[in-house]
């Protein structure tokens, strides 16, 4: 993970989570405790409390990143560079993509993945486990 994203995601973490003292089991919006004075402070989030915030960037992450679907956005991408969507064979009309797909599985997969490495690379999406999902 790049830093300027860490750094971005741990701005998000701290304004979805509030300061919390476990001691005397409250929030202290201030960042200190009103009743202890402790500015020792874990992190809450609606669901639990704990130290750092590594972890609300995990429960960000899990509950609101929307994964993207590469395959229909370079599916989209092929579709506007091709002069005509559809084929025509004999007296059969045939989806271009869909035949391209069809007839080289192989090369349309390693198309594919240049096309989100691409993609990564200018930063318009982002794997957070080397590619597996994005
Ligand atoms: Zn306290």
């Known amino acids: 993970m790049n830093s300027d994203l860490k750094s971005k995601l741990?701005?998000?973490?701290?304004?979805?989570?509030k300061p919390f003292c476990y001691s005397c089991y409250q929030v202290c919006p201030t960042?200190?405790?009103?009743?202890?004075?402790?500015?020792?402070?874990?992190r809450s989030t609606p669901n639990g409390c704990e130290y750092g915030l590594d972890w609300v960037i995990n429960e960000i992450l899990n509950e609101k990143l929307v994964p993207?679907?590469?395959?229909?956005?370079?599916?989209?991408?092929?579709?506007?560079t091709l002069e005509k969507e559809t084929v025509t064979i004999g007296w059969m009309?045939?989806?271009?993509?869909?035949?391209?797909?069809?007839?080289?599985p192989i090369s349309w997969k390693i198309a594919k993945s240049e096309y989100?490495?691409?993609?990564?690379?200018?930063?318009?999406?982002?794997?957070?486990?080397?590619?597996?999902t994005y």
């Open 10 to 17: 741990e701005i998000l973490a701290s304004n979805y989570s």
């Open 31 to 42: 960042g200190r405790c009103q009743s202890c004075g402790s500015d020792d402070l874990m």
């Open 68 to 80: 993207v679907n590469t395959e229909e956005a370079f599916e989209e991408s092929v579709r506007s």
């Open 116 to 132: 989100e490495t691409i993609e990564e690379s200018e930063g318009n999406i982002v794997s957070f486990d080397n590619g597996s």
């Open 93 to 104: 009309s045939f989806d271009a993509v869909t035949i391209m797909k069809e007839l080289d």
